[in-house]
């Protein structure tokens, strides 16, 4: 089956560095689509971005990811965290790309930015 | 923006009882989703549905049900709840995967 792999669990940072949130998969299916979500703190995930195109650079709200399939990775990155960055990051992958779409969700990244 | 609603918010049910969640879209999409949520394991997959009637088993589906008897609902249930499924379950809903959640439910079985 398909697995994400999201090799952080908590990332500390201070304020105006920099982050980069690792993201691998595994899948069998070919037309895949992969996504960022944020949850904050008692709240429901909300979709950062998303991309379906290989070696393409993908931007929202300050944060950037490429889909590179070469090395099955999706990393999120961003060059000067805020402290409303403060959240759990998930990375996702849907496919088969027929529109009957299973998502699977990675454990999920705790980022906790400091003043 | 696309609405799910979950009910109940929360919920404490008895070990061996019966407990059921439902989840309500008003976005008009064909794919529905229950995963669990619990520290350390991210967004967990129970079960999943393309359409009404359909119901698709997710990752994680043992002790859990699932009902799609319409486009707007689906129903996760627990027909006799454990402990270990004390978590909290999010219902989401879309389609070519950019999915959208409801605000979760908060499960405590004693």
């Known amino acids: 089956g398909d697995s994400v792999t999201q090799t952080e669990g908590l990332v500390t940072l201070t304020e105006g560095l920099p982050v980069k949130l690792n993201c691998t998969y595994q899948t069998a299916y070919s037309d895949v689509a992969f996504f960022w979500y944020v949850q904050h703190l008692n709240e429901a995930p909300k979709l950062l971005l998303r991309?379906?195109?290989?070696?393409k650079r993908t931007e929202h709200q300050g944060f950037h990811a490429t889909l590179h399939k070469s090395s099955s990775s999706f990393h999120l990155q961003k060059s000067s965290v805020q402290l409303s960055d403060s959240a759990l990051y998930f990375c996702?992958?849907?496919?088969?790309?027929?529109?009957?779409?299973?998502?699977?969700f990675g454990a999920g990244t705790k980022l906790t930015i400091k003043p | 923006e696309a609405a799910v609603t979950q009910s109940p918010r929360n919920k404490v049910a008895v070990t061996g009882g019966k407990v059921t969640l439902s989840c309500n879209q008003t976005n008009n999409h064909n794919n529905m989703y229950w995963y669990r949520q619990d520290t350390g394991h991210g967004l967990r997959l129970i079960h999943y549905s393309y359409g009404a009637g359909s119901t698709e088993k997710g990752d994680i589906p043992d002790g859990y049900k699932a009902s799609r008897p319409s486009q707007e609902n689906f129903s996760l249930i627990l027909e006799l709840a454990t402990p270990s499924q004390t978590s909290v379950y999010f219902c989401?809903?879309?389609?070519?995967?950019?999915?959208?959640f409801g605000k979760g439910t908060r499960l405590t079985v004693v």
């Open positions: 991309s379906s195109t290989d070696n």
């Open positions: 996702a992958l849907s496919g088969p790309g027929d529109g009957n779409e299973k998502i699977t």
């Open positions: 989401a809903s879309g389609d070519w995967g950019e999915v959208f």
